[in-house]
Structures are given as C-alpha cells and as structure tokens.
C-alpha cells in the first residue's frame, strides 16, 4: 500500500423509510432552512415530496423548493437555484433524486457563498472553500455523489461539461433507501450499471500501482453489479439486489477504492463528458460506447491486469476475450456500445478530438492525452 490520507465525512443513513426522518437529520445540524432541489414532477406524484416537506416542517425547517433538473444537469439550472439560495437565505441544500440532482446542488451550495461566477471553480480559476451544508436523498444509484465531493455539470454556453469540489461539498448526510430507487426504468438501470463500472475501471486500468485488497474490492463491486443488475432486470422490487446495487455504486467512488493506489486517471470520464456535453446522451450510455475502446487502446499499458479483470470478472483466460465479454454484457442490459448506436455521428470525431484536447489541461493528464490517444479510442469506439 501507498501512503495515503482517507477523509470522508458524509453520514450514510440507509434503510427502508429513512426519508421520513430527514427532517430530525438536518434539524442535528442546526439548519432553519433548506432549499430542495428536484428533477421532474414524479417525485410530487409519488408521495415524496410531501413526506420530506412534512418532515422539515414537523421540526420547524422552512423551504423552498427548485425542480426542473434534468439528467445531464446544466448550468443555467445552477444559476437559478444560486439566485433563489441567496434571494431567501437558505442555510442549506437537500437534494431529492439522482446524481444529476445532487451535483446541481453541490455548486448551487457553492455558488450561494461567492460572489463571482461559480463557473470559475470549474474551470479551475479558483477553489472551493465555503458551501452551505448539502444533504440529500438519493433515488437513482449510479454517480457515487451522496459519499463524494464532486459534481458534474455541463455549460450550455461554451458544451464544456466538467466538475467541482472540496472538502465543504461533502454532503453532510445522505440517505440511501433501496426502495426509492425501484422506479428506475429499464434503460437507465443500465446507464448506472455502466457508470458504476467505468468509476471502478477507470482506477483499475490505469493505476500505476493497485494493492491486492484494492484490485479485490473493486472486483467484488464489478461482480455485484452484473449480479444485482441481471436480478434487478428481472424483478425490480428485489429489496436485497437494490440494496446491493446502491451500495456497490457508493463504495465504487467514495475513495474506498482509491485508498493505497499510485497513478490513476479518470480517463473514460474525460473521454466521455463532452460526448454527453454535445449530444446529451445518457452519460452512462456515453461511458459504455468509450469504456470497451478504451480498454482496447489501454491494455498494452496493464496487460497483466487485463488478464486478471478478464478471470476474476468473467472467468476468461486474456485480455481480448474479457474486453468482449463485457461489450457483449453491455448489449445484453441494453447500453450503447458503438458511436452510432449513440446516435452520435462517426464524421464529428475529427471535432470532438479537438474538444477534448482543449480541456485535456483540466484534468491533470494533458501529457498523457494525446491526440494520438484520443483519436485511437473514438476511432475503436465507431
């Protein structure tokens, strides 16, 4: 193992009707008023809604409310809710939904503190160190941000979708009921499957150094998922494979996988966020076309560990039969794994390398982003 510092603050609180105590939750906390970001109006339908408002209200929390966010949150929402934070003096945020939700809240947190545009802390012109204290919800399993301090948002403006964070952008608690999530449809059941195996890939096939205890761990979270998902495909009430599910997609990106590692990247999210930028394709839809070609540029690199991946994951002998089980995999949950099957069109890779090469400085990896690099995934992505 490597030397390393773990620091997570974020209190998980998981179980079935957990959601009904968010209010005693963040009343601990001394908050007197929330502001509660949402997506689309299923949350108000279901009954949700009104148990969270109820739940605030019965411990003298006041709120207001910002729905709207849609799955490939964008800035302008962010802008909108930085406005209605400041305009009523919310002292925090409590997202209600997916990831996407959680990460508009996560800079909206940011943003109400800062008297510039938050946009900067994206684009690294500053760092994050104030946030109003964020608390969420989470209803769909697949980004890890209820234990993380990241979120990810695309600029309509300029198509650049990239992230913030801190140690203040932790949420403080985050409560996780399997049962909120057995609405999930389909397609988007395996957008997060996706997503949660490129989290635990992109560490995995690109550390220069993974102990064993790490390489095992993320192992069992890949195995998790292809189980859970297969179950969950079948029969989405299954309490114990949600459970399981929305655990491994926590424990795929809270660091716990991170922990004692040398040299890992975020390459297939590079890769892939400004496919979701300019085509707002489902962004696990978008990791499961890059992963499978990034993996076929990448394994001359580990071919050790892409031997290991190909047994301990789908019991295979080499590297290129593992990387075909797991495109076959994708086709059988039904997620993309071609650029045309995303709809997006072979003839724009030239624009989309030069895309990539602009931003590349943001994601500490310019020298290893190379045109070269680039080029080759997209071009095996086709």
Known sequence: M??????????????????????????????????????????????????????????????????GVVSNPVMSKVYEGIELAKATKVDAVLAVGGGSVLDSSKAISVGALYEGDVWDFFVGKTSVTKALKIFDIITLAATGSEMNAYGVVTNEKTKEKLSLGGVVTFPTVSVINPKLQATVTRDYLAYSAADIFAHSLDMYFSATYLPEFIAA?????????????????????????????????????????????????????????????????????GLSIIVPAWMKYQKKYL??????????????????????????????????????????PEEDIPALVDKLMAIAKLWLGSEYYTKEMITSVLEKSK
Not at 227 to 239: F, H, K, S, V
Not at 309 to 333: Q, R, T
């Open 2 to 67: 490597k030397d390393f510092t773990c620091y997570n603050p974020t209190r998980i609180e998981f179980g079935k009707g957990k959601e009904q105590n968010i209010g005693q939750y963040i009343a601990e906390y001394g908050v007197k008023k929330v502001l509660i970001v949402y997506g689309s109006e299923r949350i108000k339908k279901s009954g949700l809604f009104e148990i969270v408002t109820k739940s605030l209200s019965d411990k003298g929390i006041a709120y207001e409310q910002l729905g």
């Open 217 to 285: 761990h993320t192992e069992n979270i890949l195995n998790t998922v292809i189980r859970t998902t297969e179950i969950l495909l079948e029969n989405p009430d299954d309490y114990n494979a949600r459970g399981e599910f929305a655990w491994a997609a926590t424990q795929a990106l809270n660091q716990s996988t991170f922990t004692g590692i040398e040299g890992n990247r975020y390459d297939t999210h590079f890769l892939e966020h400004t496919l979701s930028a300019e085509y707002n394709i489902p962004h696990g839809a």
């Open 303 to 344: 071919p050790e560990r892409f031997k290991r991946f190909a047994d301990k994951v789908f019991g295979l002998e080499n590297a290129d039969a593992g990387i075909e089980a797991l495109i076959n995999w994708y086709k059988k949950i039904g997620t993309p794994v071609t650029l045309k099957e995303g709809n997006i």
